[in-house]
T-cell receptor, first 109, second 116 residues
Framework: TQLLEQSPQFLSIQEGENLTVYCNSS?????LQWYRQEPGEGPVLLVT?????EVKKLKRLTFQFGDARKDSSLHITAAQPGDTGLYLC?????????FGSGTKLNVKP | EAEVAQSPRYKITEKSQAVAFWCDPI?????LYWYRQILGQGPELLVQ????????DSQLPKDRFSAERLKGVDSTLKIQPAELGDSAMYLC??????????????FGPGTRLTVL
C-alpha cells in the first residue's frame, strides 16, 4: 500500500494570510498531482510535478516536489475566500493514482 | 468543454436494497475509475477499467459490489445489498490513457449515497 499523509487535516485562516499544506509518503512516486475539490463537486486538477525538486507556480499557489520524490508541498500566498475547499495530493505509480487523506481549508473574509 | 457525466446525483435507499450508479466518461478516454469518498477524506479507488477490461479491483468489496464497462464507454457500478457503511460519495473519473504519469483525471460531480 502506498500511503500519502497530508497535514494539517484542517486549516481555518483569515483572508490575506499565507499557508502551507504538506503531503508525505515513505514511497517514491513517478509524479505527484494536486487537486482542489469544492463541496458537492468532483476534484479538479491544479498541477502535476514529475521531477525531484521541481517547483511550479500557479498565480498565488506554489507547488514543490521533494528531491527524493516522496513528498510535496502546496503554498498559498495571500489566501482568499475563493481558495476554500478540500486539497488533495495524488501520487502516481504503476498505472495507478494514490490519493492522500486531504486538507480541508477554510478562508474567512 | 467535455465533462464526465454521472447519475443520479443523489440516492437515498434502505439497507439491503440494490442501487446502481451510471457514469459516462469523456469521449475517447480509455481509462475509467470509480472512487468512494467519505466526507472530508481522500477518494479511495474501487475499480479501474482500461477500455472494457478491469485492471484493478483490489479494493472492491466483491461480495456486494460489481462494476462493468461492457463496450469500453459508459460504466455502471452496482451495490447489492446496500449496507449502512456504504453511505458516501461515489465519484467517477476518466483519463486519456491511464498509463502516463502526467495523465489528468477528470472527475464527474459524484453520486451522494445515503443508506438508511
Amino acid at each position: 500500500t502506498q500511503l500519502l499523509e497530508q497535514s494539517p487535516q484542517f486549516l481555518s485562516i483569515q483572508e490575506g494570510e499565507n499557508l502551507t499544506v504538506y503531503c508525505n509518503s515513505s514511497s517514491v512516486f513517478s509524479s505527484l498531482q494536486w487537486y482542489r475539490q469544492e463541496p458537492g463537486e468532483g476534484p479538479v486538477l491544479l498541477v502535476t510535478v514529475v521531477t525531484g525538486g521541481e517547483v511550479k507556480k500557479l498565480k498565488r499557489l506554489t507547488f514543490q516536489f521533494g528531491d527524493a520524490r516522496k513528498d510535496s508541498s502546496l503554498h498559498i500566498t495571500a489566501a482568499q475566500p475563493g481558495d476554500t475547499g478540500l486539497y488533495l495530493c495524488a501520487g502516481y505509480n504503476f498505472n495507478k493514482f494514490y490519493f492522500g487523506s486531504g486538507t480541508k481549508l477554510n478562508v474567512k473574509p | 468543454e467535455a465533462e464526465v457525466a454521472q447519475s443520479p446525483r443523489y440516492k437515498i435507499t434502505e439497507k439491503s436494497q440494490a442501487v446502481a450508479f451510471w457514469c459516462d466518461p469523456i469521449s475517447g478516454h480509455a481509462t475509467l475509475y470509480w472512487y468512494r469518498q467519505i466526507l472530508g477524506q481522500g477518494p479511495e479507488l474501487l475499480v479501474q477499467f482500461q477500455d472494457e477490461s478491469v485492471v484493478d479491483d483490489s479494493q472492491l468489496p466483491k461480495d456486494r459490489f460489481s462494476a462493468e464497462r461492457l463496450k469500453g464507454v459508459d460504466s455502471t457500478l452496482k451495490i447489492q445489498p446496500a449496507e449502512l457503511g456504504d453511505s458516501a460519495m461515489y465519484l467517477c473519473a476518466s483519463s486519456l490513457s491511464g498509463r502516463s504519469r502526467t495523465d489528468t483525471q477528470y472527475f464527474g460531480p459524484g453520486t451522494r449515497l445515503t443508506v438508511l
